[in-house]
Every structure is written in C-alpha cells, then in structure tokens.
C-alpha cells in the first residue's frame, strides 16, 4: 500500500501565501502522476493541479498563474506552492497518486476517480 500524507496547511490572510507538501511512503511506486484536489463544505471535490511524472503540469482555471505544483522523485514529495490567496480558495486541499507505466510517465490526469491513492487532506483558510 502507499501512503500519502499532507502537510503545510493553516489560516492565511487574503493576499497571502502557503506551501502545501505531500509525502509518499509504504510500497513506493515505480512511476506515478500526483495531483491535488480540493474541497469546500458543501462543494463537491474539485481539481486544482496535477503533475506527471516527468514533471508536465495543468491547473484548473481558477487557480492558474497563482498556484505552482511540482514533485521531487527522489524524495516522493510533491508540493503546492499556493500565492496570491483568496476567501474563495479556503477548503481541505488533497493529495492524489495513480501508477503510471513507463509509457505514459509524461501523462497527467485530471479527474478524482483516476486516483487511486489519497492522503487525508489539509485544511486551508483564507480570512478576509
């Protein structure tokens, strides 16, 4: 089994920034695409950015230009770099992981039900 464990959350004012960190353990997989999804109370899980393996990445449009993810194999982390923040980004952020094949190392995904593998979820909150 893999682990996935997020840290990094917190309270930020708006304007500000976090960092959001993802750590893989357990059965590490040879290759995986990461991602990171959110949810707000009474929202549905939503995607904000996700990342293949050999590090190709998109975003969802309402973060784009404000949120970087990026991964450091070696280490199986991946991270969020969050800046720029607003109320409306304030939810449990996610961590997502799927094995990938040699072949598809450079594919991402965007879609929950495409993972397999989920850390428990950090809370993040922007004040007004």
């Known amino acids: 089994q893999v682990q996935l464990v997020e840290s990094g959350g917190g309270l930020v004012p708006a304007g500000g920034s976090l960092r959001l960190s993802c750590a893989a353990s357990g059965r590490t997989l040879s290759y995986y695409a990461m991602a990171w999804f959110r949810q707000a109370p009474g929202k549905e899980r939503e995607f904000v950015a996700a990342i293949s393996w050999s590090g190709g990445n998109t975003y969802a449009d309402s973060v784009k230009g404000r949120f970087t993810i990026s991964r450091d194999n070696a280490k199986n982390m991946a991270y969020l770099q969050m800046n720029s923040l607003k109320p409306a980004d304030t939810a449990v952020y996610y961590c997502?992981?799927?094995?990938?094949?040699?072949?598809?190392?450079?594919?991402?995904?965007?879609?929950?039900?495409?993972?397999?593998?989920w850390g428990q979820g950090t809370q993040v909150t922007v004040s007004s």
């Open positions: 997502a992981g799927r094995s990938v094949t040699y072949a598809s190392r450079s594919v991402y995904y965007t879609r929950h039900d495409e993972y397999g593998y």
